[in-house]
């Protein structure tokens, strides 16, 4: 198991940027493919990013190419988002999410979950 722990959210206009992070604890960090997802309110739960163990690959919703871009450090036992460009639909909780196994955009193929973090784009 590993834990995990969202910051970064906040208020902003559009146009803003943030960085969100994810700092896991526990288990082995480098070995999980990693994920963000966020849910707006009324809104079902959507994959938002994903990089693999060894940050070699990545993936995106295509609503967020270009503007946004995940990393990871697994000196620091650390995922981010940075997002810049961000727009009034991009409001909704933020979560990370880890998978042992799967390097996957579904949210039943990852195990571990963090609590979320709010971002809020105001126009």
């Known amino acids: 198991q590993v834990q995990l722990v969202e910051s970064g959210g906040g208020l902003v206009q559009v146009g803003d940027s943030l960085r969100l992070s994810c700092a896991a604890s526990?288990?082995?960090?480098?070995?999980?493919?990693m994920g963000w997802f966020r849910q707006a309110p009324g809104k079902e739960r959507e994959f938002v990013a994903l990089?693999?163990?060894?940050?070699?690959?990545?993936s995106y919703v295509s609503s967020v190419k270009g503007r946004f871009t995940i990393s990871r450090d697994n000196a620091k036992n650390t995922m981010y988002l940075q997002m810049n460009s961000l727009k009034s639909e991009d409001t909704a909780v933020y979560y990370c999410?880890?998978?042992?196994?799967?390097?996957?955009?579904?949210?039943?193929?990852?195990?571990?979950w963090g609590q979320g973090t709010q971002v809020t784009v105001s126009s």
């Open positions: 990089i693999s163990s060894d940050g070699d690959s990545t």
């Open positions: 526990g288990h082995s960090f480098s070995i999980y493919h």
């Open positions: 999410a880890a998978s042992y196994s799967s390097f996957s955009r579904r949210g039943p193929d990852y195990d571990n």
